[in-house]
């Protein structure tokens, strides 16, 4: 079985991939969890590792959380899986290390909200995002209802959230929420 988040380091730089591309990179608990160690290891290494690079392997960045293990579980869990999405991506948030999100397809739910916790975020024109979990009737639980608003105002964030709208890499291009867009391979 291959691990869910993959973990490399090219001198000063480390290169973060979620591997569920079977399962458009969807935040499972094991998934999260693998991620925060890795996170912590980051934080740990300032001197190691000057930089981090969060890509996927597939056709999505991360398409949010996984809602067929959400079906799965009982509400204690649920709350348990929104408490680490949310510790996981704040650790990221505070990483001394620059972070770059590199948005390679679907970043939707969690997915953009993950996206959203890096400092930098670049994505290929065929990367549509939003926190679309609205339209389930799930509030977004990772931060991106605080960060989004940071990066575009609030007014434009409210609209965003609450319409569920995906938006493409060229309108997140427009609205300064990617740094820059680029084809894709």
Not at 86 to 107: C, D, H, K, M, W
Not at 118 to 132: N, Q
Request: hydrophobic fraction near 40%; aromatic fraction near 4%; proline fraction near 5%.
């Amino acid at each position: 079985m291959s691990k869910p988040v993959l973990w490399q380091q090219q001198g000063h730089t480390g290169y973060i991939r979620l591997n569920r591309p079977q399962e458009l990179n969807a935040l499972n608990y094991e998934t999260l969890a693998e991620l925060g160690k890795i996170i912590e290891r980051v934080e740990q290494s300032p001197r190691e590792i000057r930089a981090v690079i969060i890509g996927a392997e597939g056709r999505a960045f991360c398409a949010g959380a996984d809602l067929k293990e959400r079906r799965t579980l009982s509400e204690q869990q649920v709350r348990r899986n929104v408490r680490k999405i949310r510790e996981v991506f704040s650790a990221l948030e505070r990483l001394p290390q620059p972070t770059i999100a590199a948005i390679n397809g679907y970043a939707l739910g969690g997915g953009f909200e993950l996206a959203l916790a890096c400092d930098f975020r670049f994505a290929v024109r065929e990367s549509p995002m939003g926190l679309t979990e609205v339209s389930l009737g799930i509030i977004p639980g990772a931060g991106g209802t605080q960060r989004l608003p940071r990066l575009i105002g609030p007014s434009k964030a409210k609209e965003l959230i609450l319409t569920a709208r995906k938006i493409s890499a060229e309108e997140a291009l427009r609205l300064g929420i990617v740094n820059d867009v680029a084809d894709g391979c």
